[in-house]
């Protein structure tokens, strides 16, 4: 090999290394996450007769072992049925793919079976939302960590890997939190005498990570509470809420009016006035146009076209100048309008909701929700510092989310929601 060649490949050689440690990284973090997230289409995962990996065999034997009686249920029907059976007596619900669950199923328990537990696994944002908490930034894989705080549940079990998606308790809920451990990856708050508990992470539940660090102890411990367990087992997204068609238009009347033999002008009469009225206006604008057009004397003036911007350097510009400004009003109502829009179409693409309390309405009996609440999240209070205007951002993101998840698309179909 000569010298030159020698140059040449060792050039080459220090340009390939770093990318092929950057394909290798993506490839490697790809497969983690791959291995990292169950499949909750099988019918076999999280589920207390699964025995794979991601099953939940082993923590539905373990709290037979603890007397706690295990009732399982396919739908959200059954389980207020089952709930509905035991007349009063505590129960906790397990529900390991809340996503597929139908967004009412929360709100109806809520209230309605005092002391009923609700254990939620890694939600999204929309179903969050329905069960008053606001999600938090995930992770790829899920972090073993401390309890960091002085609940039972937490501390008999010590470290456990359930930090991956963090949540916090929604303000406008207007409750206290119960349980607030692990940095946000277990989260409870009870509202009108109903406990719902978010997990950040399905580690502690499934059988390959069940017996690692204090994840058994974690698991049994929140599902135990109670000698009665409804486990929800969901593999499918259930049907949502179908909202009525809008009524059809009145047809207009094209009768015309009779008309003696005396008549002027037929040709007025011949046409309705509205497309009189209409050429009407059509002329105005064509004679403010052209006055417009011709506000400047002389020919035309050659200019150069802007320079072209990328979409996000446009955005992070405005972004900057809207925090220099400290105009949280204004970002506020801009981000609004886009929510606005986007629960629009999903729940009406026609657009025929006349105004913002027809849609909060409209929002309240899609979700099953209270139409205050939904009221609150669309008319936020002016915003006075940047964690205010964080939240309530959070909360119209979460809002929008829960609607296209659970509302038809123009063609009909329907997110099929599970974790992301």
């Given at each position: 090999?000569?010298?030159?060649?020698?140059?040449?490949?060792?050039?080459?050689?220090?340009?390939?290394?770093?990318?092929?440690?950057?394909?290798?990284?993506?490839?490697?973090?790809?497969?983690?996450?791959?291995?990292?997230?169950?499949?909750?289409?099988?019918?076999?995962?999280?589920?207390?007769?699964?025995?794979?990996?991601?099953?939940?065999?082993?923590?539905?034997?373990?709290?037979?072992?603890?007397?706690?009686?295990?009732?399982?249920?396919?739908?959200?029907?059954?389980?207020?049925?089952?709930?509905?059976?035991?007349?009063?007596?505590?129960?906790?619900?397990?529900?390991?793919?809340?996503?597929?669950?139908?967004?009412?199923?929360?709100?109806?328990?809520?209230?309605?079976?005092?002391?009923?537990?609700?254990?939620?696994?890694?939600?999204?944002?929309?179903?969050?939302?329905?069960?008053?908490?606001?999600?938090?930034?995930?992770?790829?894989?899920?972090?073993?960590?401390?309890?960091?705080?002085?609940?039972?549940?937490?501390?008999?079990?010590?470290?456990?890997?359930?930090?991956?998606?963090?949540?916090?308790?929604?303000?406008?809920?207007?409750?206290?939190?119960?349980?607030?451990?692990?940095?946000?990856?277990?989260?409870?708050?009870?509202?009108?005498?109903?406990?719902?508990?978010?997990?950040?992470?399905?580690?502690?539940?499934?059988?390959?990570?069940?017996?690692?660090?204090?994840?058994?102890?974690?698991?049994?411990?929140?599902?135990?509470?109670?000698?009665?367990?409804?486990?929800?087992?969901?593999?499918?997204?259930?049907?949502?809420?179908?909202?009525?068609?809008?009524?059809?238009?009145?047809a207009p009347d094209y009768r015309q009016p009779e008309r003696s033999g005396n008549d002027s002008n037929p040709m007025w009469a011949a046409f309705p006035p509205v497309l009189w009225a209409g050429l009407v206006l059509l002329g105005i604008l064509a004679v403010l146009v052209a006055v417009v057009r011709g506000r400047r004397l002389g020919p035309p003036v050659a200019e150069p076209l802007p320079v072209a911007v990328p979409a996000?350097?446009?955005?992070?510009?405005?972004?900057?100048?809207?925090?220099?400004?400290?105009?949280?009003?204004?970002?506020?109502?801009?981000?609004?309008?886009?929510?606005?829009?986007?629960?629009?179409?999903?729940?009406?693409?026609?657009?025929?909701?006349?105004?913002?309390?027809?849609?909060?309405?409209?929002?309240?009996?899609?979700?099953?929700?209270?139409?205050?609440?939904?009221?609150?999240?669309?008319?936020?209070?002016?915003?006075?510092?940047?964690?205010?205007?964080?939240?309530?951002?959070?909360?119209?993101?979460?809002?929008?989310?829960?609607?296209?998840?659970?509302?038809?698309?123009?063609?009909?179909?329907?997110?099929?929601?599970?974790?992301?």
């Amino acid at each position: 090999m000569t010298p030159r060649r020698t140059v040449r490949w060792r050039r080459w050689h220090r340009a390939a290394v770093p990318f092929l440690l950057l394909v290798l990284f993506y490839v490697v973090t790809g497969v983690a996450h791959a291995v990292q997230e169950p499949d909750l289409d099988e019918p076999g995962t999280l589920s207390p007769v699964g025995n794979g990996p991601d099953g939940s065999a082993r923590l539905a034997g373990l709290l037979n072992a603890n007397g706690v009686a295990v009732r399982v249920v396919t739908s959200s029907g059954q389980a207020r049925t089952a709930l509905d059976d035991l007349d009063g007596q505590p129960a906790t619900v397990f529900v390991p793919a809340p996503d597929f669950l139908d967004p009412r199923f929360l709100n109806r328990v809520a209230g309605r079976y005092p002391g009923t537990r609700v254990v939620l696994v890694r939600p999204d944002g929309g179903t969050a939302f329905v069960a008053g908490f606001l999600s938090g930034p995930s992770r790829w894989a899920a972090r073993t960590v401390a309890p960091d705080c002085g609940a039972d549940v937490a501390v008999d079990a010590g470290r456990a890997a359930v930090l991956r998606s963090r949540y916090t308790v929604d303000p406008r809920t207007r409750t206290e939190a119960v349980l607030d451990c692990y940095g946000g990856g277990l989260v409870a708050h009870r509202m009108r005498g109903t406990e719902f508990v978010v997990v950040g992470a399905t580690d502690p539940f499934r059988n390959s990570r069940i017996d690692e660090v204090g994840n058994s102890e974690l698991a049994v411990g929140l599902l135990s509470r109670d000698r009665q367990v409804i486990w929800v087992d969901l593999h499918r997204p259930e049907p949502g809420p179908t909202m009525p068609p809008p009524p059809p238009p009145p047809a207009p009347d094209y009768r015309q009016p009779e008309r003696s033999g005396n008549d002027s002008n037929p040709m007025w009469a011949a046409f309705p006035p509205v497309l009189w009225a209409g050429l009407v206006l059509l002329g105005i604008l064509a004679v403010l146009v052209a006055v417009v057009r011709g506000r400047r004397l002389g020919p035309p003036v050659a200019e150069p076209l802007p320079v072209a911007v990328p979409a996000t350097e446009l955005v992070v510009g405005w972004g900057r100048l809207y925090q220099r400004s400290r105009a949280r009003a204004g970002t506020l109502d801009a981000l609004r309008a886009a929510a606005v829009r986007r629960i629009t179409h999903r729940l009406d693409p026609t657009g025929v909701l006349p105004d913002d309390e027809a849609l909060a309405a409209a929002v309240a009996v899609h979700l099953g929700v209270p139409v205050e609440q939904v009221r609150a999240v669309l008319h936020p209070e002016p915003p006075t510092s940047d964690d205010e205007l964080t939240s309530a951002v959070a909360g119209l993101d979460a809002l929008a989310a829960a609607i296209e998840r659970t509302a038809p698309r123009p063609d009909g179909s329907v997110n099929p929601g599970g974790t992301p």
